[in-house]
């Protein structure tokens, strides 16, 4: 998933639900924070 959000460009996104009501792809909040956990773990 990180590897996918890196190809496209994307990332840095909140779990303050900002990101989800203006996203282009529909992208909910709980994909946000899966991506934002795994960032963390991955570091």
Do not use: Q, W
């Not at 990332?11 to 792809?25: A, D, F, L, Q």
Request: net charge neutral; charged share 30%; aromatic share 6%.
């Amino acid at each position: 998933m990180l590897k996918a959000m890196e190809d496209e460009g994307f990332g840095s996104c909140s779990n303050y639900r900002e990101c989800e009501s203006v996203c282009p792809k529909e992208i909910n909040v709980s994909a946000i924070t899966t991506m934002n956990r795994l960032l963390y773990r991955s570091r």
